[in-house]
């Protein structure tokens, strides 16, 4: 039964993660942690620290995760079958749509407004991926910036930050 569940959880997940990249992660807390207890919300924010540092898509490596933790490999299978089958069936429709309607100014439109909510939604994940408290610490938002302004004006890839970022965690205070 759970890997009939952890299918259904991922690819319920896969379906509504529009926008990608973090834009699931509200959905899927709300499925492992509130609706099925299967991680609790620090084990879950653990997870993200961990997950983040890895290459890939973020929603592979927590299906990975909760797959094994509760269903072991067979778990990994079923979690990431459900997580890659509901996009890629999206994909395959909205493909179908997208080139039979890409230049209806309406369409145009809804992508447009769309896309400002999916912002929205990355910014709210980024506000709840972290304590509160932590935002008004002066070393806390000189990291923030000084890591938005080297993702944002510099070529320096994303990994590096991230490792040096673990690196200067690990030594100091």
């Known amino acids: 039964m759970i890997l009939l569940k952890l299918f259904l959880v991922f690819f319920k997940v896969g379906l ?3 926008g990608g ?7 899927l807390e709300k499925e492992m942690v509130e609706n099925y207890h299967w991680l609790s919300k620090e084990e879950f924010l653990d997870v993200l620290a961990v997950v983040k540092v890895f290459p ?11 797959g094994y933790k509760l269903g072991g490999i067979p778990g990994v299978v079923c979690a990431n079958l459900g997580n890659f089958l509901a996009p890629a069936l999206l994909v395959l429709c909205a493909s179908m749509f997208y080139f039979k309607y890409k ?9 447009s407004v769309i896309e400002l909510v999916i912002f929205a939604m990355i910014i709210a994940v980024a506000f709840q991926s972290i304590e ?4 008004i610490q002066v070393k806390n938002v000189l990291i923030i910036v000084v890591s938005f302004a080297l993702f944002v004006y510099t070529k320096i890839d994303p990994a590096i930050v991230l490792i040096c970022a673990g690196v200067i965690g690990f030594f100091f205070k």
């Open 16 to 18: 509504f993660a529009i």
């Open 21 to 27: 990249a973090y834009s699931f992660l509200p959905l």
């Open 56 to 66: 890939g898509a973020i929603s592979i490596k927590y299906a990975s995760y909760a």
């Open 103 to 111: 230049n209806n100014a309406s369409v145009k439109r809804a992508f």
């Open 132 to 135: 509160p408290s932590r935002l």
